[in-house]
């Protein structure tokens, strides 16, 4: 089985700024993958980014990057010069297994509400 | 847009009935997920079919139950309906690679039970 968790259930950043959210799991598969998603108001799921847990490199997208430390399963997404956008819920999901599915599917922490200030 | 597509959007209906919420994956995904977000579940993983064949099962009650058909569209049945089965649904698609999943979700079908 997987968890997920996710300890800041708000986060406040000023526009232009930098934030990172926390996100710390546990699993006993050798192989997974690890995400982040975007859900605004509207309750779409958006992907964020993803990460492969056998890569060492850390995941970037544009203004999103993510600092994966494997040893100590975290995995913390960065966003560089926050944006009114980028207001929204943000959860950090795992997903077990080179082919995926296995028991859990995606294991979703409880989300971290992130406000933008302007 | 994810490429996800599930119908209805918005559905009420009352304790005791039946509905069925149906997906179309992304073109040239094979899985199919189905989800449930409500208040206080947080995102709950109901059942995976992988071209047409069940293959993970997550905290879906009996009361509900989904296949998968030969175009790969997704439904899910759910039956007797409680108040507590208000929730958003969402359905999400993947294609198995080489390097694993990349899952995408559709927008959602909110049920309200009344």
């Known amino acids: 089985a997987q968890t997920v968790t996710q300890s800041q259930p708000e986060m406040s950043v000023q526009e232009a700024e930098t934030v990172t959210l926390s996100c710390t799991y546990d699993?006993?598969?050798?192989?997974?993958?690890l995400f982040w998603y975007k859900q605004p108001p509207s309750r779409q799921m958006i992907l964020v980014i993803r990460?492969?847990?056998?890569?060492?490199q850390n995941a970037t997208e544009n203004r999103f990057s993510v600092n994966f430390q494997k040893a100590a399963k975290s995995f913390s997404l960065k966003i560089s010069d926050s944006q009114l956008g980028d207001a929204a819920m943000y959860f950090c999901a795992s997903l077990g297994g080179r082919r995926g599915g296995g028991a859990d599917g995606l294991t979703f922490g409880k989300g971290t509400h992130l406000i933008i200030q302007p | 847009d994810s490429g996800v597509t599930q119908t209805p959007k918005h559905l009420i209906t009352a304790t005791g009935q039946r509905v069925t919420l149906r997906c179309s994956p992304r073109?040239?995904?094979?899985?199919v997920y189905w989800y449930q977000q409500s208040l206080d579940q947080g995102l709950q993983f109901l059942i995976q079919?992988?071209?047409?064949?069940?293959?993970a099962k997550g905290n879906i009650l009996e009361r509900f139950s989904a296949q998968q058909f030969p175009d790969l569209h997704s439904e899910l049945n759910l039956s007797s309906l409680e108040l507590g089965d208000s929730a958003l649904y969402f359905c999400?698609?993947?294609?198995?690679?080489?390097?694993?999943?990349?899952?995408?979700f559709g927008e959602g079908s909110w049920l309200t039970v009344v």
């Open positions: 073109s040239g995904d094979l899985s």
């Open positions: 079919y992988y071209n047409g064949e069940e293959r």
């Open positions: 999400a698609s993947s294609v198995e690679t080489g390097s694993g999943n990349t899952i995408y």
């Open positions: 990460q492969e847990a056998y890569k060492q």
């Open positions: 699993t006993s598969e050798s192989d997974y993958y």
